[in-house]
């Protein structure tokens, strides 16, 4: 079975009118889930909060307190323009977090042999200490770190494909070199991160690989069938958790790419493969971007039909 962990208090989380990171999302997303061809196929569960000691695990107490304080207060931005706040955005916040972390407990216990978090607010440009495109917490780095502090899991793969450079995961991470992080994105393109790589033999470290604009399936499969399973036999990771983001979508307003819906299951289906080889299957993804609704629909319909797939 996979796993699907969400909740509601996701939809509580108002960015305002006109905002592209809206509770739509959420509702698109969890009616495609719920069709017939998943039936038998997929465990609805409602994920826990994180604690603030969890979400300590990558950011400061500082600016957890910050975050807390100013949803409290709101509506208001948090750090930047784009990522607007309201009083019910830090619950689900934790919420987002801690849906990472039930997946994350339930794979381990063999509950779920995959899990999908179909969360917001998204994580993967969230820093230390500062808010930034539409993510508060960083989920996919806090349950990194989860793995590590709670299950003694070391050898860690980060898989991020969306659109956009996953620049907080990066910082958060880097100097883990039990991890490898994996990036592959537009350039050039917000946040204008992205570009470096290191990558070390038998170990971690952060691989990137920013493509230009219009960049298709073909373009992209290539990076996973080539260095990228390279460096993931090198690695030998004990799991894998996946930033999944849509927007890469040749419909995503967001994004200049030229992804289908099927492009996405073809990923998904080469990081299956790597769990399958590595680590029995163990995968856990949490929604990043996506905003045009029948795009995201049917893409994360189709990223979760490749890791119903897994362990097979």
Do not use: W
């Not at 350039?187 to 960049?215: C, D, E, K, Q, W």
């Not at 990923?267 to 080889?277: G, H």
């Amino acid at each position: 079975m996979t796993g699907i962990l969400y909740h509601d208090d996701y939809l509580e989380h108002n960015t305002g009118i006109g905002h592209p990171e809206r509770p739509g999302r959420i509702t698109v997303i969890m009616k495609e889930l719920n069709k017939e061809r998943f039936t038998g196929k997929l465990a609805f569960d409602e994920p826990r909060l994180a604690t603030e000691e969890e979400i300590a695990f990558v950011h400061s107490t500082e600016y957890i307190t910050h975050v807390r304080e100013t949803c409290e207060a709101g509506p208001a931005h948090l750090d930047s323009p784009d990522t607007p706040v309201s009083k019910g955005s830090y619950r689900a916040a934790l919420r987002a977090a801690g849906a990472m972390l039930t997946g994350i407990d339930g794979v381990m216990a063999g509950k779920y042999t995959t899990a999908f978090c179909p969360v917001r607010p998204p994580g993967h440009h969230s820093r230390y200490s500062m808010a930034m495109g539409f993510c508060l917490f960083n989920n996919i780095a806090i349950g990194a770190r989860y793995l590590k502090y709670r299950h003694n899991i070391h050898k860690i793969l980060i898989v991020d494909f969306d659109v956009h450079h996953g620049n907080g995961t990066e910082e958060m991470l880097s100097g883990d070199n039990d991890i490898l992080f994996f990036s592959v994105h537009q350039h050039p393109h917000y946040p204008g991160t992205g570009m470096s790589t290191r990558v070390y033999a038998h170990s971690g470290g952060i691989f990137n690989v920013p493509l230009p604009p219009g960049s298709d399936e073909e373009d992209y499969l290539k990076i996973f069938r080539g260095p990228l399973t390279d460096y993931v036999n090198m690695h030998e990771p004990d799991f894998i958790l996946v930033s999944a983001g849509f927007d890469a979508h040749k419909d995503d307003l967001l994004g200049d790419m030229k992804l289908t819906s099927e492009s996405f299951y073809q990923m998904t289906r080469e990081v299956v493969r790597f769990a399958d080889f590595h680590c029995g299957g163990k995968i856990v993804s949490t929604l990043e971007g996506g905003y045009e609704f029948d795009a995201l629909a049917e893409s994360a319909g189709r990223h979760v039909q490749a890791l119903t797939e897994a362990g097979g």
